[in-house]
């Protein structure tokens, strides 16, 4: 309507979903993101998840904790579940997705990969590790969620790009798989997983260090940029 309007810059913007029951995530579901670290294109999802205290807003700060050294960036496209289902059939699991937003799965990768037995929870879910937002974009607002250029970019330069087209599995694929092993509920955040381009497989590899700033952004979906303190 045009009333009612607040000025941009007098607003914060939080998280498009806040509170979740639950944030699934997907590991090595890009081709060029296998590619780039000489691991075999899975055969099923690889799930994970983080805790929803890890989310934060799309333009706040990423807390860089003193227990690791090698924090790393990885943009992703998020599905937002709008239906509660289990056991959905692929053919209409797009049926049960409300949206999409974009979300940087920030990770320490020590944790991820040598320490607490190489399970990646706690290096995937400390505070402030799922920025998410700007807003969530409805599914039929988006025209093709599987060709949408995707991208990372740390203190101005391209660190990925890539597109939405290589993954390995698409957002009904994985709606219908998870659900197999847990009931969706409106609010689930599914993060589908990241291209090529992350700083732990570069060489040398590149870590975040406090001051820089991070910015991710989709095709059709926006923006969110988070300064590491």
């Known amino acids: 309507s045009g009333q009612h309007r607040v000025p941009r810059a007098t607003a914060q913007l939080l998280a498009p979903v806040g509170d979740p029951e639950k944030v699934i995530c997907v590991g090595l579901n890009y081709h060029d993101h296998c590619q780039e670290q000489g691991a075999k294109v899975p055969k099923e999802p690889l799930i994970f998840s983080k805790f929803p205290s890890a989310i934060t807003g799309p333009f706040d700060d990423i807390v860089h904790p003193q227990d ?3 924090l790393d960036w990885e943009v992703e496209l998020a599905a937002v579940i709008g239906k509660r289902g289990r056991h959905i059939e692929e ?3 797009l049926e ?3 949206g999409f937003t974009v979300a940087n799965d920030v990770s320490a990768r020590d944790w991820q990969m040598r320490r ?3 399970q990646w929870l706690l290096g995937k879910t400390f ?5 998410l937002g700007p807003a969530i974009v409805t599914r039929e607002a988006v025209a093709d969620v599987h060709n949408l250029w995707i991208r990372c970019s740390v203190n101005g330069q391209r660190m990925q790009d890539s597109s ?3 993954l390995i599995f698409g957002v009904p694929a994985l709606v219908a798989w998870v659900s197999r092993f847990v009931t969706l509920v ?3 955040v599914l993060l589908t997983g990241t291209p090529a381009g992350v700083g732990v497989f570069r060489k040398p590899p590149v870590f975040l260090k406090r001051g820089d700033e991070v910015q991710c952004e989709i095709e059709e979906l926006g923006t969110i940029c988070n300064r590491v303190v």
């Not at 505070?127 to 920025?131: G, K, V």
């Open 91 to 93: 053919a209409a699991a």
């Open 164 to 166: 939405t087209r290589h």
């Open 68 to 70: 690791t050294s090698e």
């Open 186 to 188: 409106p609010g689930d």
């Open 116 to 118: 607490n037995g190489r």
């Open 127 to 131: 505070d402030t590790f799922c920025p």
């Open 96 to 98: 049960h997705v409300l």
